[in-house]
């Protein structure tokens, strides 16, 4: 995002009617979708500075990702629970999400079919997401230039990713029933293992590897270690 828009951001978003109908619209849906379910874990990626943080919270405990520090305030409200880092594999925070929210955010990302994986991932099996897209490339304008917009959607460009990105899910979840779970189990210990001993832990990755383990569990064994990276915020 382009700095000169990133320091009117927060403006446009509790001022311009774009915003206000926006957000009046998606939790319409919410309320709807999330009546007779129980709440939990919510995830906004692509948060920014957690300004829909005490609306999402009437549907459980938020916290959000975002990759571009400018727009969060070092002393912001919600500070304390936005991940400045970006959205792929390499975040793994340990717990799945009854809701997940990624409003225009697919177009920022250099793979968005990974993106929208990655969130499936996350879900819970009787999870909501909710996801907003701009529309038409013939509508491109400055205004996806600032934004660092990669592309725009149709239905149909939208519903293939989708598509593409269940499929991949499929795939995974098949891996991991025909996979020796024992054998993957004990790989991944030995290289959280190596890891907390301060050993070199290539070996016992491809070990984990080879056993099926996937690029998310390995991350995720690195992560108890190692922790997360967040980008430290400058001025």
């Given at each position: 995002m382009k700095s000169e828009y990133a320091a009117q951001y927060r403006d446009l978003y509790e001022n311009h009617w774009w915003w206000r109908a926006r957000e009046?619209?998606?939790?319409?849906i919410l309320r709807r979708e999330r009546a007779q379910k129980k709440h939990g874990a919510v995830l906004d990626i692509g948060c920014g500075d957690g300004l829909f943080f005490d609306h999402l919270a009437e549907?459980?405990?938020?916290e959000g990702v975002e990759a571009d520090a400018?727009?969060?305030?070092?002393?912001?409200?919600?500070?304390d629970r936005i991940h400045v880092?970006?959205?792929?594999?390499?975040?793994?925070p340990g717990k799945k999400y009854s809701l997940i929210v990624m409003l225009d955010l697919l177009e920022h990302l250099p793979d968005p079919l990974g993106g929208l994986k990655h969130a499936l991932e996350l879900l819970e099996e009787d999870g909501t997401i909710v996801i907003t897209v701009p529309a038409f490339r013939a509508l491109w304008t400055t205004?996806?230039?600032?934004?660092?917009?990669?592309?725009?959607?149709?239905?149909?460009?939208?519903?293939?990713?989708?598509?593409?990105?269940?499929?991949?899910?499929?795939s995974l979840r098949s891996t991991r029933a025909r996979r020796d779970g024992n054998a993957a189990g004990a790989a991944?210990?030995?290289?959280?293992?190596?890891?907390?001993?301060?050993?070199?832990?290539?070996?016992?990755?491809?070990e984990a590897v080879k056993a099926y383990a996937t690029v998310g569990e390995i991350t995720d064994a690195m992560v108890e270690i190692y922790g997360h990276y967040e980008e430290p915020i400058r001025f």
């Open positions: 009046s619209y998606i939790l319409g549907f459980g405990e938020v400018a727009i969060v305030s070092d002393d912001g409200p919600h500070r880092c970006q959205f792929d594999e390499t975040f793994q205004h996806d230039d600032w934004n660092h917009h990669f592309t725009r959607y149709t239905k149909r460009t939208f519903l293939s990713s989708a598509r593409d990105a269940e499929m991949q899910i499929e991944l210990a030995k290289a959280r293992a190596a890891a907390e001993a301060g050993d070199n832990v290539m070996p016992a990755i491809m």
